[in-house]
C-alpha cells in the first residue's frame, strides 16, 4: 500500500504528465520539421539533423509512457489510477530504459560540433562512418541496457512510474545486506543497474558534451585571436599608405583638412571667450586673432610632412 495522502498521490501522478505533453509537443515538432522539409536541400540528408531526428524519436516514446505515469502500474500495488498488471509495468520501465539513448545523442552531437568546426571532417565522411557509428552507439547502448534490465526482472513500482527498483519498494538488497538477509522478490540491488544503465552515463553524456563546447569555443577563440592580430597590421598598413597619399597629393588634402578643422577651432575660441567676456565687446578681436593663430597652426601642421618630402 502507498503511504502517501490523497493529494501527494495526485500530485505523484499528475506531475509526469504535464512534463510529457511538453516534451511530446517539442519532440514531434522537431521530427515532423526534418521528415517534411522540402526544397532543394531537405534537411533529412543532412547528418546532424538524422541525428536530432533519432533523437527526438527516443524522446517522443519516452514521453508517450511517462504521460501514463501510473495508468500501467499493477493495480495491487496501492498507486493512484493504477490499473495496469507487471507485463504492462515491464513494458512502460522497458521504454523508459530505452531512453537512455537521449542523453547519449546530445552528448554525440556536440562531438559532431567538434569534428566539423575543429578537425573540419567532410561531409562525406560524416554520411559514411560518424553518423552510423553514432547510431550505434546510443541505440545499441539504449537497447542492451533496456533488454537486460528486463531480463533480470529489474522492472517494478517505482513510485512515479515503472522502473528499475526493488520489490517489495522497502526489501534489503544483497549487496548491502548479503545473501542471508536479502528478501527482494525482483529487483534484487536496483540502485546499482539504476546508476550502471541510467544515471552514470547520463553524467559522462554531460561532462563529454561540456568537453566538446568547451574545445570549440577555445578553438574558434583561438581562430578570432589570430585574425586580430593579422587585421592589425593590415590596419597600419592601409593608415600609412593613407598617410602617404595624402602627404603626396599636395595642398589638395592639406586644405580640405584645414577647411575642415578651422570652424571647430574657432567655435571653440568664441565658446571660451563668451564665457570669460560676456559683456566686453572689445574682446571679440582679441579672440579673432587667436583663431587666426590657431588656423596659421594647423596650416603649418598639415603642411610640414610636404615640406620634409
Sequence with gaps: MSSFTRAESETLAILPKISAVFSLAGSTWIAIEVLTHGGNNPKRFHPYHRLLLAMSVYDILESVWNFGSSWPMPEDSGRLWA??????????????????????????LAVYYMLVIKFQYSDRILKTRVEPMMHCIAGGWAFMTAITAGALGLYNDATLWCWIAP??????????????????????????????????????????????????????????????????????????????????????????????????????????????????????????????????????FFNEPQQER
Excluded at 490499473?83 to 545523442?105: I, K
Excluded at 592580430?229 to 580640405?256: C, E, I, Q, W
Design 167 to 300: 520489490y517489495p519498494p522497502d526489501c534489503k538488497d544483497s549487496l548491502r545486506h548479503g545473501p542471508d538477509e536479502a528478501n527482494c522478490e525482483r529487483g534484487d540491488n536496483a540502485w546499482v543497474f539504476q546508476f550502471a544503465f541510467y544515471f552514470g552515463p547520463l553524467w559522462c553524456a554531460i561532462l563529454m558534451a561540456t568537453a566538446c563546447t568547451l574545445i570549440v569555443y577555445y578553438y574558434v577563440r583561438k581562430l578570432d585571436e589570430r585574425t586580430l592580430k593579422y587585421r592589425k597590421p593590415r590596419l597600419k598598413h592601409l593608415n600609412s599608405n593613407f598617410s602617404t597619399t595624402a602627404d603626396g597629393g599636395g595642398g589638395g588634402v592639406s586644405n580640405s583638412m584645414v577647411s575642415a578643422s578651422a570652424p571647430f577651432g574657432k567655435k571653440y575660441n568664441n565658446d571660451d571667450d563668451d564665457d570669460e567676456n560676456d559683456d566686453d565687446d572689445d574682446d571679440n578681436d582679441d579672440d579673432n586673432t587667436n583663431s587666426g593663430r590657431q588656423h596659421q597652426r594647423r596650416v603649418s
Design 83 to 108: 490499473v495496469g498488471n507487471q507485463s504492462t509495468c515491464g513494458a512502460q520501465g522497458f521504454f523508459l530504459t530505452l531512453s537512455s539513448a537521449v542523453p547519449v545523442y546530445n552528448a554525440l
